[in-house]
C-alpha cells in the first residue's frame, strides 16, 4: 500500500494549487482518502476527506468553500483544488487512507508529505 503526494509548491496569497495524491496496491474504490496538513508549530488536522464507499465528503471548518476534494478511481488518485489560498494554509500537506473518513489517529495509511507554501 503507498499514497504518493504531488503538486504542492510556492504560490502567492490568493492563488490556486491541485494536490494529487496517487494510491497504489489497493482501489481506492473500497476506501476513503483524506488530506490533512500540519502548519508550523501546529497540529495535524483534517483539510478534506472523501468516502469512496459511501459517497460522503467533509471538509475542515477553515476551508470555507475555497477547497474542492475529489477522486477518479480509474486513475486511483484523489484530487485537491485549492483556491483562494491563504498564509495561513502554509503546511505540510498528507494524504491518507482507511475504511471511513476517520481522524488524524485512526487512518491506516499515510503518505510522506508535500509542502505548500503560500507567500504574501
Known amino acids: 500500500v503507498q499514497l504518493v503526494e504531488s503538486g504542492g509548491g510556492l504560490v502567492q496569497a490568493g492563488g490556486s494549487l491541485r494536490l494529487s495524491c496517487a494510491a497504489s496496491?489497493?482501489?481506492?474504490?473500497?476506501?476513503?482518502i483524506g488530506w490533512f496538513r500540519q502548519g508550523p508549530g501546529k497540529e495535524r488536522e483534517r483539510v478534506a476527506c472523501i468516502s469512496n464507499n459511501d459517497g460522503n465528503i467533509y471538509y475542515g471548518p477553515f476551508v470555507k468553500g475555497r477547497f474542492t476534494i475529489s477522486s477518479d478511481t480509474a486513475r486511483n488518485t484523489v484530487y485537491l483544488q485549492m483556491n483562494g489560498l491563504e498564509l495561513e494554509d502554509t503546511a505540510v500537506y498528507y494524504c491518507?487512507?482507511?475504511?471511513?473518513?476517520?481522524?488524524?489517529?485512526?487512518?491506516?495509511?499515510w503518505g510522506k508529505g508535500i509542502d505548500v507554501s503560500v507567500s504574501s
Open positions: 491518507a487512507g482507511a475504511s471511513l473518513c476517520y481522524s488524524v489517529e485512526l487512518m491506516d495509511y
Open positions: 496496491g489497493f482501489s481506492i474504490h473500497y476506501w476513503a
